[in-house]
């Protein structure tokens, strides 16, 4: 295991050295940006890891939830935090009976070392349970015993976009960090830095532009960076990043409800497929980017397109087949559009 | 009453008289001609067992006929114990060809044998055929304890009962050739009292044409894709319904993961593609596809909650809203919810890039489905206009060689 993953991090061509939103993930928590209020209170519970508590990190897309629980896993647990941290995505791993088999087995691993009871070893184990918000309520009951359970061996770094939609229970038995949406000036200034680094040239309103499109997500930020820059030899201009952003997954969705609108059934739902297939989008995230893709590009109806999505949503929730309820989705806009195309 | 019907009793009227007319049970079919043809002296004889009317009988009378062997058949209309077996036996058996034909013994019904009148009968046959001159086959409808000791020096053969299906396609291509009509319900009654039976079916279907009515006493089922062929092409809710209750297939949650058999056998999936690949107005399509949807909330409730006696209202939803929608508009089964030549290629994409989706997933702390919106797409791109060399980066990842091609496709396909 090891062994790879040395081979990785030393390849020019690996993954994470390619990727520059890998490449520029903050290794230490001071290095995440504008959460000054999160690094400060981090900072002091690190003093006293034995006290430390479960955690809860809400906030939008992209604004360092995820890189903030690697850093203090690896700050808290050494260089070999890798091995005491387990990893989860409630978004994958769909089903609590998954989640408590997973945090059984690593809950298990650490009763036969026995950690807790050697003072100069390290004082637990580390969970990062991401995407918490997308674990139906009864998960989320059952998730509340599994951290009452390992809790003597183990802490929860829970991870969520809406604290509301954790239940409160969960809520209670953590100490909530409410992250901030970045602002324009943040991220500017973050893509300059890492243009400066890669001797990148860059149209000054084209890094604007990026922000505008991405709402304040710095990983998303970062990939349309990166993109533009490979389209035009190290040069980003307005143009790179608008073709940059089509590529996003959420402009897909955008094209497809657009197409449904313009009665292109079809067509949608065959890009619908694609997209669910092969780019692995679940079905729930392919509805809340719709949402958002209607919403910033103004989409014409837009109270109507509200109330359909907002019908399917539940629908899709409380239903057994998610093609079904989407492809039911997209008929419903063919009809909307119906009427504005006569 | 129309006497002409019975100029000729339809059992033997489409009795087979070639190999290729037989219905159902074609790897037994194809075992015994095997059999026949690869015959040597001393080869084991058979022992076809199965139910009647499924054309054991017929098929030895057609395949001596077709391998030009003399066919000498003894059956439990003949008395057999062991002093006449053996007088009409062994003559056979010393003088392989009685007219310069080759013979082939069969020895019909021999679970009809006697204990009483046939004594000694089962033994004789026993040491009679353990090293036999010419090829034997012999046949029962069960395998009882008197004739076990015969399995000893035969090989068993088990012919399965015809299934309803092939029965349901026979009599219809049947009734076709008689230029008669049966009513969906006694049509299913038929089939379901036949058993099996081919020749009890002709005779059942021949008498319902003169107007008798038989009870029915079993429920009968159809394949899925026979089933809601039918639904679609239904004249009436009833109909419909019926066809819906007697399908092969259920409402399942696929959410709680689904066999490929499973999931072909999804009554409301099943209808979905079949709507959803016809060519009906857009409005119609939008209605049906709400009501698919609001039926498909029912299932989901029904599968979280256990509720299972709540399933009993789907059929009657779907055949009293859905099917007086679609009625003559000319929809037939589909399986897949697309073309294939369409659907294929994107499922081939997803089993290709799955490996490769749960590493870089991994490696970008974040789930797949972000993974697939947010990176993915930037990734090929930025593979090519960094001049990654592709092979290098598998190798990196641990990855095989093979997805160099699956990745070139995606990039080229941006």
């Given at each position: 295991m090891k062994s790879t993953k040395l081979k990785e991090d030393e390849s020019v061509n690996s993954y994470t050295n390619l990727m520059w939103v890998e490449k520029y993930r903050p290794k230490k928590i001071e290095q995440i940006v504008n959460q000054k209020d999160i690094i400060k209170a981090l900072n002091n519970l690190k003093k006293n890891p034995n006290e430390m508590p479960h955690m809860l990190f809400a906030g939008p897309a992209g604004v360092g939830k995820t890189t903030t629980a690697l850093c203090l896993a690896n700050e808290l647990l050494g260089d070999d935090w890798r091995n005491d941290t387990l990893e989860l995505n409630a978004s994958d791993e769909r089903g609590i009976k998954m989640v408590r088999e997973r945090v059984k087995e690593f809950a298990a691993v650490i009763k036969l070392t026995?950690?807790?009871?050697?003072?100069?070893?390290?004082?637990f184990r580390i969970i990062i349970l991401d995407e918490?918000?997308?674990?139906t309520s009864e998960a989320q009951t059952a998730l509340r015993r599994i951290i009452e359970d390992s809790s003597k061996t183990t802490r929860f770094i829970i991870i969520c976009n809406y604290l509301s939609q954790i239940i409160e229970p969960i809520q209670s038995r953590c100490a909530v960090f409410r992250f901030k949406r970045l602002d324009k000036e943040n991220i500017v200034e973050h893509l300059k830095t890492i243009c400066k680094l890669e001797k990148i040239q860059f149209e000054e309103e084209a890094i604007a532009q990026i922000f505008d499109f991405t709402y304040g997500d710095l990983r998303h930020s970062i990939n349309v960076l990166q993109t533009a820059a490979g389209m035009n030899m190290g040069h980003v201009t307005k143009d790179n990043v608008n073709s940059a952003i089509g590529l996003s997954g959420k402009s897909k969705v955008g094209e497809i409800v657009r197409l449904a609108l313009d009665g292109k059934f079809n067509d949608s739902r065959i890009k619908l497929m694609e997209l669910i297939h092969v780019y692995g989008m679940s079905e729930k995230d392919f509805l809340k980017y719709a949402f958002q893709e209607t919403f910033n590009k103004k989409f014409e109806k837009f109270g109507e397109l509200s109330e359909i999505m907002a019908e399917y949503d539940y629908r899709l929730v409380v239903g057994a087949h998610p093609e079904i309820q989407l492809v039911a989705f997209l008929a419903q806009l063919g009809k909307l559009g119906k009427d504005e195309r006569k | 009453m129309n006497w002409s019907a019975f100029t000729m009793m339809w059992s033997e009227k489409y009795r087979p008289t070639k190999i290729e007319q037989f219905l159902g049970n074609e790897d037994v079919r194809i075992n015994i001609l095997k059999w026949l043809s690869t015959w040597t002296s001393g080869a084991k004889p058979l022992l076809l067992i199965g139910p009647p009317g499924i054309g054991k009988t017929s098929f030895v009378t057609v395949i001596s006929k077709q391998f030009n062997y003399d066919l000498i058949e003894l059956n439990a209309s003949d008395s057999r114990n062991s002093n006449l077996l053996e007088s009409i036996i062994t003559p056979i058996l010393n003088n392989?060809?009685?007219?310069?034909k080759r013979s082939l013994l069969f020895l019909d019904e021999i679970d009809g044998l006697s204990g009483r009148d046939d004594s000694g009968g089962v033994d004789f046959l026993v040491k009679l055929l353990k090293n036999p001159t010419i090829p034997v086959i012999m046949a029962a409808n069960i395998l009882n304890l008197k004739i076990k000791p015969i399995t000893k020096i035969a090989r068993v053969i088990n012919f399965l009962p015809v299934s309803k299906q092939l029965r349901f396609v026979f009599l219809n291509y049947v009734l076709k050739q008689e230029n008669h009509k049966l009513e969906n319900d006694d049509l299913i009654k038929i089939i379901n009292q036949s058993n099996g039976d081919i020749r009890l079916l002709l005779n059942l279907s021949q008498a319902c044409i003169l107007g008798y009515n038989p009870e029915m006493d079993q429920t009968f089922t159809f394949d899925i894709a026979v089933a809601l062929s039918n639904f679609f092409s239904s004249k009436t809710i009833s109909e419909s319904l019926l066809f819906l209750n007697n399908s092969e297939a259920s409402y399942v949650d696929p959410r709680f993961g689904l066999s490929p058999e499973e999931r072909r056998k999804d009554k409301l999936y099943g209808i979905y593609t079949s709507i959803i690949n016809s060519n009906i107005h857009e409005l119609l399509l939008s209605d049906l596809m709400d009501l698919l949807s609001k039926v498909d909330i029912l299932v989901g409730k029904v599968g979280s909650t256990r509720k299972w006696s709540i399933l009993k209202y789907i059929d009657n939803i779907l055949a009293t809203y859905i099917f007086s929608l679609i009625k003559n508009k000319g929809i037939t089964y589909n399986q897949y919810s697309m073309n294939w030549s369409i659907l294929g290629p994107i499922i081939f994409r997803s089993q290709s890039l799955k490996e490769l989706f749960t590493k870089l997933s991994y490696l970008s702390h974040t789930s797949k489905s972000t993974f697939g919106s947010f990176y993915f797409p930037y990734l090929l791109n930025i593979l090519q206009n960094f001049d990654i060399d592709i092979s290098e980066f598998l190798k990196t990842l641990d990855l095989d060689e093979k997805l160099k091609p699956v990745l070139e496709k995606e990039i080229s396909k941006m």
């Open positions: 026995g950690i807790s009871e050697n003072n100069n070893e390290k004082p918490a918000d997308e674990m | 392989s060809s009685l007219y310069g």
